[in-house]
């Protein structure tokens, strides 16, 4: 259950022995990484959402030094990026394995997940950036899907192949976010039907059960957005 981002002046939720917490926030797309793989295998956890522009003392203190969701903790273990959190569940809950056995298979995949760094530069440029520069942002995150949409075509109906793997949890939340971006800087990158086989996988991926638990609708990324242009972020959106 997703509660109330905590903030500075808080206290440091108390463990439960053997629990796995994650240190999360609603609308971060690293953190729905983390958690996707989370409901993908099942595993039992708590979530301790983090306010992320008022973060609580003890966060930086003893979770993560680097201030960022997600971390995982479970008693005195603690892990944090959400790719490193990510591979470290696959390996210690290997049921439901998400990461390919093949290691050339698995490095071609993290291939595909820089190249996605790429996609979500320009994605924050347009979404962040100067005004000015947000419709050459827009062209060219359309140009870096492009390469996506002839990717998953050689792949099949996920870039897991025939069904989500890793890959997919690693890129989706992102997806997930396109047309309420859309809708807010008022640029068309993904919906001009020009990438027939990624948003056949946008849709695809909404019947995925992990996609269902973990996203949040188009209204609440607009929301959320919409709060961040007007300068107080709502951490609690949809809540
Ligand atoms: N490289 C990190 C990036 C995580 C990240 O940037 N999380 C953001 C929220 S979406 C955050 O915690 N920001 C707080 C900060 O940077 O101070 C990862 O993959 O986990």
Known sequence: MSTE?????????????????????????YAERARLVLAHKDIPNEVVNIHLSKKPEWFLEKINPLGKVPAIQKDDKIVYESAVCCDYLDQVYPSNKLTPDDPYQQARDRILVEHF???????????????????????????GLMEFDKEIQKRGD?????????????????????????????????????????????????????????RLSTENHLEFYQSVKNGAPNYNVGL
């Not at 808080?10 to 629990?19: Q, R």
């Not at 530069?121 to 060219?140: D, I, R, W």
Request: net charge positive.
């Open 5 to 29: 981002a905590l903030s500075s002046g808080s206290t440091f939720p108390p463990l439960k022995a053997g629990t796995l917490r994650i240190y999360s926030n609603r609308i971060c797309p």
């Open 158 to 214: 996920f870039f897991g192949g025939s069904e989500p793997r890793m890959i997919d949890f690693m890129v989706w939340p992102w997806f997930e976010r396109f047309h309420a971006t859309e809708k807010l800087v008022n640029q068309i990158f993904i919906s001009d039907g020009s990438m027939p086989n990624l948003t056949a996988y946008m849709d695809r991926m909404l019947s995925v059960p992990a996609v269902q638990k973990c």
């Open 117 to 143: 760094g790429q996609v979500t530069t320009q994605y924050y440029k347009m979404l962040f950036g100067p005004s000015e520069n947000c419709a050459a942002a827009a062209e060219t995150l359309k140009k």
